[in-house]
């Protein structure tokens, strides 16, 4: 899949709506950066959620939330902990994908240089 902001942005360079999570987990993902405490609570007790997708239309994966936050610390909190950097949504749009969409250069940017070199957790 491209990588270019002109394929997945919204016509008029406007981001989508942000999706809202049913998912107790996959909400702590995607809530403002102050609230990480209960992402690293639910993984130290259920560490294999860190690659469930919602069962929701989307699919987003835990990264997917964080990257559409813009929380560049969870995201690499999450990665270190296994988070599988090309995980694909519903549209097999990957987490670098979704940050890119949202306008979020540098959580792009990281996730764009760990897939060049090959640094993944999968």
């Known amino acids: 899949m491209s990588s270019s902001p002109e394929v997945l942005a919204l016509p008029g360079g406007?981001?989508?709506?942000?999706?809202?999570?049913?998912?107790?987990?996959?909400?702590?993902?995607?809530?403002?950066?102050?609230?990480?405490?209960?992402?690293?609570?639910?993984?130290?007790?259920?560490?294999?959620?860190?690659?469930?997708?919602?069962?929701?239309?989307?699919?987003?994966?835990?990264?997917?939330?964080a990257c559409m936050s813009g929380d560049l610390k969870l995201v690499k909190f999450l990665i270190k902990r296994g988070a599988h950097i090309r995980a694909g949504d519903y549209l097999d749009r990957t987490p670098a994908d979704i940050a890119i969409m949202y306008h979020h250069k540098r959580i792009a940017?990281?996730?764009?240089?760990?897939?060049?070199?090959?640094?993944?957790?999968?």
């Open 109 to 122: 940017l990281y996730l764009l240089t760990l897939e060049r070199e090959g640094l993944t957790a999968e």
């Open 14 to 65: 406007q981001p989508p709506p942000i999706y809202v999570p049913q998912h107790p987990f996959h909400v702590a993902c995607a809530l403002p950066k102050a609230r990480r405490k209960p992402v690293r609570v639910h993984l130290q007790k259920y560490p294999d959620d860190i690659n469930v997708p919602e069962d929701a239309p989307t699919k987003y994966t835990p990264l997917h939330f």
